[in-house]
């Protein structure tokens, strides 16, 4: 085998995630579900237990000395993510439970105040449902409309169906960054460029983005970005809302109670700043901080290494892919238009069957419709199989994962040859 | 498979063959009644329609339409099969009961032996409501009183 540039980085890492070294089924696990959650490095997990140990308090409320420790913690995780996607201030970064909440936030913040009947929203037909209900009922309590953004041939963005559906009537655009079907990484900054030209705002789900690239929100000029920190090496329970502050500023609160008031009184109150106005009650704190320690990890690594070493594997995943029998992979072709995951399917072999078989050799695949089901029905699929990657994947685990792809489709066909 | 060949306990011959070439897809003639199933987490779905005799007793013919995986098609075929000519409170014994395997009790008896090919389902837990869909929607078709297309889906979450 010849020595590849990307061998290194998963063998520098793999001892950093203690459940990889496990047995499924009586075989080493092969972890290729990445696109739902990541695993978690022993950092993030030493940090959760350090928290707990020897930090926990309350964040916000209080002079002792845990909890100005949680509160510089907190605070301090905040700060790493402000750097990780390069926001122009720490105010801009709101902690959520999730992008679906960060999304949310937005739609009933921002949504609920700006849009009136007529008004559209373009999404796209590639939209996880986190960031197409949320706009059916924006949609449905304002009378804003919502328009789609189809597929070109080769299954990415239809940059020129989405210039064609923009007009002054567009007050908002909401687009996934990666698509975690297609795998395509959308031209985002162009797509901000162009809405801004009508006076829209921008807001990119970066879910699956943000794990696995160098994001930077002040160049792609969006107006929000979430991203949900389950994906991204940290814990389940916290993610974030990127927006830009005077936009925030703009925007009522979402959620009333604790930690996002400056002065109550019994019959109104007034708001606390950024970002703590869209923080109400007590946050997850140890998650946070958790998630300040994922950033971190990520960091030391790089998101330039991380992205070129899972380009590679892509690569690889794809070229053995199409060496399958039956397979039909969903997206684009080529590895370098998209992020480190493939969705297929093996001809008569339905996804369920195929995620069995390949969980009976240790692989673990996602199967269904990947919480885009108006993709697949645009698609003509009904479920699909979907293998996604992580810096911590080999070459190896890929040859077992077709191997088992390719005994699975025999199997099936074998049965009337 | 050669090292997969537990799956054989999972994935009978039969069940391929039933998944590949099923032998009751298609529409009862007339329709006596009519319900879907959806399985929301894995999207797969069963439409069933029934035919009935005059007194409406007993269940003369089963045809099922429906997108999903081998288990979930190859027990709708097989319980299409099963339940032609079958009388309705018997049909809904057969629900329990293929329930209760599901959950490790005990087979049908010979003359429903052929559903018994699906017991290996009941050692992969996670897809036993593959297994159950086709049960759970016939379960609804039979306790409702209507030949209209439902508007719904039963669930079975
Ligand atoms: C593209 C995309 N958007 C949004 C989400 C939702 O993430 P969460 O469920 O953590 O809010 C996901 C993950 O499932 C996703 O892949």
Known sequence: ?417 | MTSLGNLRDLYQQVILERYKKPRYRGQAEPVHRYQKGHNPSCGDTIELTLNLNEVGDRIEEVRFEGEGCAIAMASADLMAEALTGRNVNEALEMVQRFQDMMKGGVEFPSEFRKLNVMQGVSKFPVRIKCATLTWHTLKAALESSSSAPPNGFVSNE
Request: charged fraction near 20%.
């Open chain 1, 1 to 417: 085998m010849t020595i590849t540039q990307e061998k290194p980085l998963a063998a520098n890492v793999r001892a950093d995630f203690p459940i990889l070294h496990q047995q499924i089924n009586g075989k080493p696990l092969v972890y290729l579900d990445n696109a739902a959650t990541s695993q978690k490095p022993i950092a993030v997990l030493d940090t959760l237990r350090h928290y707990y140990e020897f930090d926990n308090a309350n964040v916000h409320r209080g002079v002792h000395t845990l909890s100005s420790r949680a509160t510089d913690a907190y605070e301090g995780s905040r700060d790493k993510v402000a750097a990780f996607v390069n926001a122009a201030s720490r105010q801009e970064i709101i902690f959520t439970r999730n992008a679906t909440e960060a999304i949310n936030l937005v739609g009933y913040s921002w949504g609920v105040a700006n849009l009136q009947p007529g008004d559209e929203i373009i999404l796209t037909v590639m939209e996880h449902h986190s960031n197409l209900i949320p706009w059916q009922l924006i949609a449905q309590r304002t009378g804003a409309v919502l328009k789609f953004v189809e597929l070109t041939e080769s299954e990415e963005f239809d940059f020129n169906h989405f210039k064609s559906l923009l007009s002054d009537k567009t007050r908002l655009v909401a687009v996934v960054h990666v698509s975690n079907t297609l795998g395509c990484i959308n031209p985002v900054k162009e797509i901000c460029a162009e809405a801004h030209r009508d006076g829209a705002k921008v807001l990119i789900d970066a879910s699956q983005a943000v794990p696995h690239l160098q994001v930077d929100v002040q160049d792609m000029d969006c107006d929000w970005l979430v991203a949900t920190g389950h994906k991204m090496c940290g814990p389940t329970g916290i993610g974030f809302l990127y927006g830009k502050l005077e936009l925030l500023r703009s925007m009522p609160p979402f959620l009333g109670g604790g930690e996002m008031i400056a002065d109550v009184f019994l019959d109104h109150s007034t708001y606390a700043d950024l970002p703590h106005k869209f923080e109400a009650g007590t946050p997850a704190i140890s998650e946070a901080i958790a998630l300040g320690a994922a950033v971190d990890y990520l960091t030391s690594i790089g998101m330039d290494t991380i992205h070129a070493y899972e380009q590679q594997l892509t690569d690889y995943l794809l070229e053995q892919l199409e060496q399958v029998p039956t397979i039909r992979i969903y997206g684009p072709k080529n590895g370098r238009d998209r992020a480190a995951l493939a969705a297929f399917t093996a001809g008569d072999v339905h996804p369920h069957d195929l995620s069995t078989i390949l969980d009976q050799a240790g692989v673990a695949i996602r199967a269904g419709h990947h919480c885009t089901q108006p993709l697949h029905r645009y698609l003509g699929a009904q479920s699909t199989a979907r293998a996604s990657l992580y810096f911590y994947n080999t070459r190896e685990e890929i040859d077992v994962f077709i191997a088992t792809l390719k005994e699975a489709v025999e199997f099936f066909g074998s049965i009337f040859g």
